[in-house]
Every structure is written in C-alpha cells, then in structure tokens.
C-alpha cells in the first residue's frame, strides 16, 4: 500500500451508497456540471450546518472515516471543513477534478480575518480548459444551493436566494488583483460579501490547521455559544446560543428567543439533529453557564 503523502480527498474510502441515501441523491453520477449542482443543492438541503461536539467537550475529528461517521450515519452536521471534507471526497470518487481553496468569512467586515472557511473549485472531467470552474460551497450553512462559475460578475438566483462573485480588490501593492475573489449574497439591504477567497490550492492538512483554531481558539465564533443552520430553498434556519430565527428568500424573517432545556427538541424538530445518551443534558448545562 503506497503512503498517504496529503494530496487527494480518499475518494476511494467513501461509502457511495450511504452518503447518497443521507442525502437523498438517486439520479445520475456521471460526473457533468449537471450532476454537480444536483448534488450540492441534495448535500446543502440534507446535512445541517452545526458546531455541537465543540459545545459537547469534543474535538473535530476530519479523517474521512470520523466525518463520515457523523454526518452520514449518525445523521449529524458539521461546519465547513466536515463538509467539504466529505464533499471532495465524493466529488473526487466519481471523477472530478478538485482543488480546495481557503476563504476568509468578512459578512461586510473590512478588516483583515483569518482564512478559516473552506471551499471548493471543481471541474468536470472532460470540461475543455477554457470554460470556468465551478465554486462549491457546500459548509457554509446558508447556501448557496448549487455552485456558482467562477466567472467574474456571475450572479445566481436560486429559487429566490441571491448569490455572486466578484474580482476582488486588491488589498496590498504585492497581491495580484487577478488572484482575489468575493462572493456575495443577497440581503434585505442589498448586496453584503460575505466571503473573500484566492486561487491558491490547500490540502487536507490546511484543513485540520483551520478546523484547530476555529474549534479551540477563545476569538474563534464557534467556542461560545452552538449554532445551527438548516438551509432549504424555503427559508434558512439559525439557531445561534439561544435564537432561533426563520429568514426566507423574500427577506422577510422571524425570530423567537428558547429556553436553555428546550434547544434539544427544537434541535431535532427544525434541523433534524438528534443528540444521543448524555449530550442533550449537557448541551443544556453549556448554554446555562454561558448565559
């Protein structure tokens, strides 16, 4: 067996048929720009985005057989380097070409943040050198349902969701203008970016880099309080510490406040997590210290 140097995504240990069931998946495999956006609207509808086991006292494990073992069998979700991870491995199983890249989360921001979300920049096998790639986006929680050319100025509506990409600016004299991009999505105000990213390839261990301190570091989000989000082309949920809010394409959105020992039900009611044993009683004890 020759050793595992870092490179591809271990498309080859992938349980095909079980990932396609947990995302409700039955039509064509052939790797074409129509499968690919048939899959990821199934993996964005069906897997929910959350940060749970960090709340729970547990690491983020992103070996493929860990990730697999809690987004497809146990039914969970993840944040973007779980599913991504299990994303490219698909994509790779079924023969596409896949480069992962780094994106820094800005949500408007001007100032310079870490590059700690993950995505994908992805060609079909036989697609002609010329023709744009495709930008899969499947871990961040709100979308987009399909990916997005990566073309300059593309700009998707999807069943009312708003999303483009953009060259992005040129931050230093040393950046290469040509090297930066910005995806932006539609808000109730108007156009927001919501992520910068370059085409610089990452691996698998720029993953468990990113996943370290976004799970561990006191100025990372996703230490504090849990957050879930189930995005459909109907509405985008958010459970954020204690909130729950329902957003829809037209803008218009809904909130109300939980109790601490109702989040597990709501949990399990809105986006189809159900936590096992033990990790109900002490999800509600985290949120109870922190409030």
Known sequence: MSEDLGYGWEGELLDLPAYLKRIGH????APTGATLRALHRAHVTSIPFENLEIMLGRPIDLSLEAVQAKLVQR???GYCYEHNRLFAALL???GYEVTALAGRVTLGAQKILPATHALLHVRPPDAPRDEPAWLCDVGFGAGPLEPLRLVDGEEADQD???FRLRRGRTVTAWTPNTAGWEMHQRGPDGW???H???LSEAFRIDFEVGSHFVSTSPRSPFTTRPYVQKFSAGDLRVLDGTMVTVTRPDGSAEARTL???DVPDVLARDFGIVLEGE???RLVEFIRTKN
């Not at 039955?26 to 495999?29: C, Q, V, Y």
């Open 192 to 194: 927001v970016q919501r």
């Open 196 to 198: 910068t990213f370059v």
């Open 75 to 77: 039914q969970r979700g």
């Open 160 to 162: 009312g969701w708003g």
């Open 259 to 261: 109790a601490p020992e």
């Open 279 to 281: 990790d109900p009683d």
């Open 92 to 94: 790779e199983k079924l």
């Open 26 to 29: 039955d039509g064509d495999l």
